[in-house]
C-alpha cells in the first residue's frame, strides 16, 4: 500500500533491501529472521518500486563497525550516487550498531531524498521528527549491542575464573564429562606430546625439534573443528604446531584462558578489529595452576620457556643460544656437549 512520504520521485528510483546477519551460526540456524528480511523486497514492490535490489553480501558480518562489510559500502556508494529512492531493512540494527555508520548513511539519505522503511513505518530524513526517531533507534541499536557484549564477557569471564569455560584443548587433552580437563585417552596421541617434550630437552630447541619429526617421517595429532564437533587428524609436523606445544602451559597442568588477545586500530577511517595476537604469561586472563594432570611439571614448563626465549633470533648477543648466535663459534654445540657430559 502506496505511503504518503512515498512519492512518484521516490518511485522513479531504485528501492534497496539490506539484509544482515551477525554471524555464521544465525546464517546457519536463525532462518526464519534470514527469511523476513528477504520478504523487505516482496513489500517494496507492492508499495510499487519497479527497481528492487537485495544487497545481502554482509551475511555473517557484525554491524560493530570493526570489521569490513563490503555490502554495506555498496549501500552507502548507491545512496550517494542518488539512485536509490528508499532503503528497506527489517530494524535499524541490522543497517549498523555503531554511530558512526548509522549517522553517516541517515545523512546521505536526507541529503538525496532517500527514504528509510522498516516493518514499523516510513521515514524521510529530511524531516525534523523523522531524523529524531531515526537517531533514536540507531542510539537503541548501539547500546544494545554493548549491553550484550558486555552481559556477555562479565558471564564467560566468572566461568573462565572457576575454571569451568569450555574452550578448544589442543592435542593431547580432552573435556570430561564433568567439564574438567583431562588427558586424550588414546595412547598414540599421547605418546606423540610426550615425545616432543623429550626432544626438547634433548635438543634444546624448538626448531630442532621440529626437524628432528621431519626427518624420522613422523606425524602429529592436529585437532579439527566443525562446529561443535572434534575429532584428531594426523599430519606431518608444522613448525608452528611444535611451538605452540611447548609454549602451552595447558600441559603443564595449568587452565589457562585469554592466551590471544584483539586489538582495534583505525584503517582508513575505520576502525578494524584484528584477533590472535599472543598475550605473554603475566597477562592471561586466568591461569590456574595445578588444575589437571600435565604432560611436565610447572617447574620443566618455565624452564622450557626460558630456553626458547634465549633461542629466539635477534635476541642481545651474551645471551645463551642453540645452534645459533652468540659470541662463541658453535656454542650451542658446546653446551649440549658440556650438559651431556
Not at 505511503?3 to 554471524?23: D, F, G, M, P
Not at 566461568?159 to 567439564?179: I, M, N, Q, V, Y
Amino acid at each position: 500500500m502506496m505511503h504518503v512520504k512515498i512519492t512518484a520521485e521516490h518511485l522513479a528510483r531504485s528501492a534497496i533491501v539490506y539484509v544482515r546477519q551477525s554471524t555464521m551460526s544465525q546464517v546457519l540456524g536463525n532462518l526464519e529472521s534470514q527469511k523476513r528480511q528477504y520478504q523487505m523486497a516482496e513489500a517494496a514492490r507492492d508499495t510499487g518500486f519497479a527497481e528492487v535490489r537485495v544487497i545481502d553480501e554482509d551475511l555473517g558480518r557484525s554491524g560493530s563497525g570493526q570489521i569490513a562489510r563490503p555490502g554495506f559500502q555498496r549501500l552507502v556508494a548507491e545512496v550517494c550516487a542518488g539512485t536509490v529512492g528508499a532503503v528497506y531493512c527489517i530494524e535499524a540494527s541490522r543497517l549498523a550498531r555503531n554511530g558512526r555508520d548509522w549517522h553517516h548513511l541517515i545523512d546521505l539519505c536526507a541529503l538525496t531524498g532517500a527514504l528509510v522503511v522498516d516493518p514499523e513505518g516510513v521515514y524521510d530524513p529530511r524531516l525534523m521528527n523523522d531524523r529524531l526517531l531515526l537517531g533514536l533507534k540507531g542510539t537503541m541499536s548501539e547500546y544494545e549491542l554493548s549491553l550484550l557484549r558486555q552481559r556477555g564477557l562479565a558471564a564467560r569471564d566468572a566461568k573462565a575464573r572457576r575454571g569451568e569455560l569450555r574452550f578448544t584443548l589442543p592435542p593431547g587433552f580432552c573435556w570430561s564429562e564433568d567439564d574438567r580437563i583431562e588427558m586424550d585417552p588414546d595412547e598414540r596421541v599421547q605418546q606423540a606430546i610426550r615425545l616432543i617434550f623429550a626432544k626438547f630437552r634433548e635438543l634444546g630447541s624448538g626448531r630442532q625439534v621440529f626437524l628432528w619429526l621431519r626427518a624420522a617421517d613422523l606425524h602429529l595429532p592436529v585437532v579439527l573443528r566443525n562446529g561443535a564437533l572434534r575429532k584428531i587428524a594426523w599430519r606431518k609436523p608444522a613448525y608452528h604446531s611444535v611451538m605452540q606445544v611447548l609454549h602451552s602451559p595447558i600441559y603443564a597442568g595449568a587452565y589457562a584462558f585469554g592466551r590471544t588477545g584483539n586489538r582495534t586500530g583505525v584503517v582508513d577511517g575505520q576502525a578494524r578489529k584484528t584477533s590472535g595476537h599472543h598475550r605473554a604469561l603475566e597477562d592471561l586472563s586466568v591461569l590456574i595452576k595445578d588444575n589437571h594432570e600435565g604432560y611436565l611439571d610447572w617447574r620443566a614448563y618455565e624452564e622450557n620457556c626460558r630456553m626458547l626465549e634465549e633461542n629466539a633470533h635477534m635476541q642481545k648477543r651474551t645471551a645463551r643460544k642453540s645452534g645459533r648466535g652468540g659470541q662463541a663459534l658453535l656454542s650451542g654445540m658446546a653446551r649440549l656437549r658440556a650438559a651431556a657430559g
